[in-house]
């Protein structure tokens, strides 16, 4: 399984009827993720784009595109070595554009969440949600320093682990699950 390649993926959606940056279609997907158990593909592009022609070359790229990206944040999202990456900009870009990313992210993310009534009184998930919705409001013009940079990866850890949180408390894996009554 490899990280999604945000610089290779941006372009994705910009020939399709969709005011959403991938990042927070992204975020969306993630989001939908964590609250309903049998997300499809179709449920989450009828979020994020308007309409689609599969019979134009373009789009019909963009789609398989968006299936890739699909599969492959699912994946993740349930992979046991918390193997999940935050589509946004990398450390190549500049630190502005990484914060940018990662506010559409997170609003992307909120959003997901709000498609599904999220029936939780963990109050460590509602603490998370409430984080990530402050983080989402945060500036994005940072200058590009040393301890910036340091305290964006940190946020950007922040909200990784946060969201796994989120989805192990929602949707707990069952491929972890042992019955304490074999055990015996």
């Given at each position: 399984m490899k990280p999604l390649d945000y610089n290779a993926l941006k372009t994705t959606l910009h020939?399709?009827?969709t005011d959403d940056s991938i990042a927070s279609?992204?975020?969306i997907l993630c989001g939908f993720a964590c609250v309903k158990p049998e997300l499809t593909l179709a449920d989450w592009l009828n979020e994020i784009i308007v309409s689609m022609d599969l019979n134009n070359l373009n789009e019909q790229s963009a789609h398989e595109t968006l299936a890739m990206i699909f599969?492959?944040?699912l994946a993740q999202l349930n992979d046991p070595t918390l193997n999940f990456q935050l589509l946004i900009a990398d450390e190549e870009a500049k630190l502005s554009e990484q914060a940018?990313?990662?506010i559409d992210w997170c609003?992307?993310?909120?959003?997901?969440?709000g498609l599904q009534k999220i029936s939780t009184?963990?109050?460590?998930?509602?603490?998370?949600i409430k984080d990530i919705s402050a983080i989402s409001t945060l500036d994005s013009a940072l200058l590009d320093t040393e301890q910036n940079?340091?305290?964006l990866n940190e946020i950007i850890e922040f909200v990784r682990i946060g969201v796994l949180l989120i989805q192990e408390i929602l949707?707990?894996?069952k491929q972890d699950f042992i019955n304490p009554a074999i055990l015996h």
């Open positions: 020939t399709l009827n279609a992204h975020g599969n492959e944040s940018t990313t990662l609003q992307g993310y909120l959003t997901g969440l009184n963990d109050e460590d998930v509602l603490e998370m940079t340091q305290d949707q707990p894996s």
